[in-house]
């Protein structure tokens, strides 16, 4: 199984700023029987995001996500 950390992706832990990019780029590498990873930490949630599409995917919050905005 193929694991994605949102850290590989860009994300980092801050309340500043928006992980959401780092979650929709670890969700497209490992939409099809993956992990998304989010790491322990704090993570801000700026935008809105829908993931779909998905087969065999999970998703493993470890954070915290804060929705700003």
């Not at 694991?3 to 490992?30: M, N, Q």
């Not at 099809?32 to 919050?61: E, K, Q, R």
């Amino acid at each position: 199984m193929k694991i994605c950390s949102v850290l590989d992706y860009g994300g980092v832990s801050s309340k500043r700023e928006d992980v959401v990019p780092a979650i929709v780029g670890g969700w497209a590498a490992c939409k099809s029987s993956g992990l998304v990873c989010i790491p322990t930490g704090d993570y801000d949630m700026a935008t809105w995001v829908t993931l779909s599409g998905g087969t065999a995917v999970s998703i493993c919050l470890e954070g915290a996500i804060y929705r700003a905005g």
